[in-house]
């Protein structure tokens, strides 16, 4: 029914933890669910055997080392058994009412799911074997995690022929998520909001280089350049921009966008901003 990719980080540190806890939960959603890693980082490969999933590790990086978007869902597309694909960052653990939430929305032709995350510090092995894991932990995410903004996208569900003309966007960095809604909403695709019956468990971690030095992924070169490639703010959409709902009792469409949003999807406001922005600069270089 389903193939899950990702693009895993290196297998060491937190995020050796982090990342076997995402993708054996991800296992556990069924035998109808294919997953596949990208990317050639320490350790994947003895992962991908030691689980029994597929495993591509060649993919094509920037100059900085970092995967690129449009090669990883390419591959993705061609690999992938399955018409349904997700992409998921491998911090996420995903559990049976995705599942459900996945049988809901494939009947619709064309369509993205999202959904916002719950940030939640997870410093301990998920026992697989207990039938109460599920409650167990959306208990303690109800009770100690919080509900992200809806500018963080990890989780996209959608059909293999949704996303053909990607930018090269590094991937880990900004604006390549929430292009992919603006793109899906100009393509006229239902952009579906599976918040309210999905619970996507985002387990916290630090931003580290390579070299293990912490970094604020807002203000790399690559997280600049995804901007650009994106076309500025004007083409990053957010959950907000969901055109319809998953609630219990089916799809339901999202109340109208207001007025403020509508222009600066046309572009009014970033106009604005950037004559702004041109104006305060003439004036500074003047005094």
């Known amino acids: 029914m389903l193939t899950i990719f990702a693009a895993p980080k290196p297998f060491k540190g937190e995020f050796n933890l982090i990342q076997k806890n995402a993708i054996r939960s991800w296992i556990n959603l069924g035998n109808d669910v294919e997953i596949i890693l990208f990317g050639n980082e320490e350790r994947i490969k003895e992962i991908a055997e030691e689980l029994n999933i597929k495993h591509f590790p060649e993919v094509i990086k920037n100059e900085f080392g970092i995967p690129l ?7 993705a597309r061609k690999a992938a058994k399955h018409n349904i694909l997700c992409y998921l960052n491998a911090d996420i653990i995903l559990m049976s009412d995705f599942i459900r939430a996945v049988e809901k929305v494939k009947v ?17 092995q998920i026992d697989f074997q207990n039938p109460n894991w599920e409650n167990n932990l959306k208990k303690e995410v109800l009770k100690k995690g919080k509900l992200h903004p809806q500018t963080g996208i990890d989780c996209f569900v959608f059909k293999k ?21 603006w793109y899906a909403w100009k393509n006229k695709v239902k952009i579906i909001d599976a918040t309210k019956e ?12 390579k070299t293990g030095e912490n970094f604020d992924p807002w203000k790399t070169k690559d997280s600049k350049r995804n901007l650009k490639l994106a076309g500025g703010y004007e083409h990053c959409f957010t959950i907000k921009d969901a055109t319809h709902i998953l609630t219990e009792k089916g799809i339901q469409e999202a109340p109208p966008m207001s007025l403020i949003r509508r222009l600066e999807i046309l572009q009014f406001i970033g106009f604005f901003v950037r004559q702004r922005k041109k104006i305060t600069k003439f004036f500074t270089k003047k005094g």
């Not at 978007?69 to 591959?75: A, E, H, Q, R, S």
């Not at 022929?161 to 292009?179: C, H, K, M, T, V």
Request: charged share 20%; aromatic share 16%.
């Open 69 to 75: 978007v449009n090669d990883i869902f390419g591959k």
């Open 108 to 124: 619709v032709k064309k369509f993205l799911m999202v959904g916002q995350r719950w940030d939640f510090d997870l410093r301990e």
């Open 161 to 181: 022929g949704l996303f053909q003309n990607i930018p090269s966007f590094a991937i880990g960095r900004i604006a390549w998520d929430e292009w992919l809604l």
């Open 198 to 209: 999905v619970m996507i468990v985002h387990q916290n971690h630090s931003y580290l280089t």
